[in-house]
């Protein structure tokens, strides 16, 4: 057993290599590590409405700063999206849908809005989803709300509010 000049840990004699710190012990040069080859992806439209890009899709991390891209758009799209309608995986906006959603339509594994759908869905009017937490209307697993239907019953007002939307009347 010898010991690596590197690292100082206990090898073998015949070792070419250490197998702690991977260093070569015959004097090549250990093999370079480079950045990866793709830290992301960014388009923005050169059509602006409201003072934003009608379409940003912005995806991992600037090479400039070390931080997550924002997609800040009318149609926003990426890791971090804000827009009117955005999409990633945490989304605000007015129409949003990802991981995680903020918006008055909100689509979303944890969803939170003024109307939202999601595994967990807190929605000022109506919420939809596993746990339903709204203040009006909630549907799902367990629902809590004012009016609500869930595994532990249904609320008369509700199932009213639910026949006159589908008859019409």
């Not at 992806?41 to 924002?70: K, M």
């Not at 991981?99 to 939202?116: R, T």
């Not at 009017?125 to 799902?140: N, P």
């Amino acid at each position: 057993m010898k010991t690596c000049p590197y690292c100082a840990e206990k090898i073998q004699d015949a070792a070419i290599k250490c197998r702690y710190c991977g260093e070569f012990l015959d004097g090549r040069p250990s093999p370079a590590v480079s950045a990866a080859p793709w830290s992301g992806y960014e388009y923005r439209s050169r059509v602006t409405l409201f003072g934003l890009p009608l379409v940003h899709i912005a995806q991992g991390v600037d090479p400039a700063t070390g931080r997550p891209r924002v997609a800040k758009g009318v149609i926003a799209v990426g890791n971090i999206a804000l827009g009117f309608f955005a999409m990633g995986g945490l989304a605000a906006g007015g129409i949003a849908l990802g991981g995680v959603a903020l918006g008055v339509l909100a689509f979303a594994g944890m969803a939170l809005g003024v109307a939202a759908v999601g595994g967990i869905a807190v929605g000022a009017f109506i919420a939809l989803g596993g746990v339903a937490l709204s203040l009006q209307y909630a549907i799902g697993g367990l629902a809590l709300a004012p009016h609500s239907l869930s595994g532990s019953g249904a609320d008369d007002e509700l199932l009213e509010l639910f026949r006159r939307w589908w008859t019409g009347r």
